[in-house]
Nanobody, 122 residues
Framework: QVQLVESGGGLVQPGGSLRVSCVVSGTGFSISAMGWYRQAPGKQRELVATITSSGITDYASSVKGRFTISRENAKNTVYLQMNSLKPEDTAVYYC????????????????WGQGTQVTVSS
C-alpha cells in the first residue's frame, strides 16, 4: 500500500521561502507523475504543481514563477520550493501520485497523507 508523508511546513513571513517534501513509499515512483495540492481553510483542495516521470512541470497561475516542483527518484521524494510567499499561500500542502484522465490530472492515491501546514504571516 502506497503511503504519502509530507513534511517541511512552518511559519514564514511574507516574501520568505520554504521547501516542503513528500516521501512516497512503495514501488513505481520513478514512472509516476506527481503533484502538490493545497487546501486553505474553507476552500476546496487545489492542484498547484505537477511533474511528470520525465520531469516536465506545470503550475497553477497563482504560483507560477514563485514555486518550483522537483523530484529525486532515488529517494522516492518530491519537493516543492516556494519563494516570494504570500499570505494567500497559507494552506495545508499535500502530495499525491497523478493520473491523466479525461483531460486533467486526478489524484491516484485515495488515502491522503497528513499534509504539512504552511502559514505565511507577519
Amino acid at each position: 500500500q502506497v503511503q504519502l508523508v509530507e513534511s517541511g511546513g512552518g511559519l514564514v513571513q511574507p516574501g520568505g521561502s520554504l521547501r516542503v517534501s513528500c516521501v512516497v513509499s512503495g514501488t513505481g515512483f520513478s514512472i509516476s507523475a506527481m503533484g502538490w495540492y493545497r487546501q486553505a481553510p474553507g476552500k476546496q483542495r487545489e492542484l498547484v504543481a505537477t511533474i511528470t516521470s520525465s520531469g516536465i512541470t506545470d503550475y497553477a497561475s497563482s504560483v507560477k514563477g514563485r514555486f518550483t516542483i522537483s523530484r529525486e527518484n532515488a529517494k522516492n521524494t518530491v519537493y516543492l520550493q516556494m519563494n516570494s510567499l504570500k499570505p494567500e499561500d497559507t494552506a495545508v500542502y499535500y502530495c499525491n501520485t497523478l493520473r491523466w484522465i479525461r483531460g486533467q490530472w486526478d489524484p491516484l492515491i485515495r488515502s491522503w497523507g497528513q499534509g504539512t501546514q504552511v502559514t505565511v504571516s507577519s
